[in-house]
């Protein structure tokens, strides 16, 4: 981690309301987020690749993004679930925001500061 005021990571103070819980059915290590700030774009880049781009989802609301999956079995019971949070900076504009998820699982978010 840089402390020059461009990469952070979730440790940094950034993160005032972030969380990540591992539930009774996963094996799911923990995956944390990592958050780099380069010029004006925040970013924010998940590792959710236990999980198909249909068992993810993200909302935003009051300048928090939450990711949540959910792995069914062929049974229909739950296999494995995740759960993450992170609290936009106050000077990201959560309008701006855009995601993507990439073949092998990283998921990332985008958005513009506004300085």
């Known amino acids: 981690m840089e402390k020059n005021g461009r990469n952070f990571s979730e440790d940094s103070g950034l993160l005032n309301q972030h969380s990540t819980r591992e539930h009774k059915f996963t094996d799911h290590l923990q995956p944390t987020g990592k958050v780099q700030i380069t ?3 925040f970013q924010f880049t998940l590792d959710v690749s236990e999980f198909s781009p249909e068992d993810v989802i993200i909302t935003s609301s009051n ?3 939450e990711v949540h999956a959910e792995k ?5 019971t739950v296999t494995n679930t995740f759960s993450h949070q992170c609290k936009l900076p106050s000077d990201v504009d959560p309008i701006s925001l855009s995601m993507s998820m990439a073949s092998g699982g990283l998921l990332t978010v985008r958005a513009h500061r506004v300085c």
Not at 72 to 76: A, I, K
Request: charge should be negative; aromatic fraction near 0%.
């Open 39 to 41: 010029g004006d774009i």
């Open 63 to 65: 300048n928090l993004i």
């Open 72 to 76: 069914l079995g062929e049974d229909g």
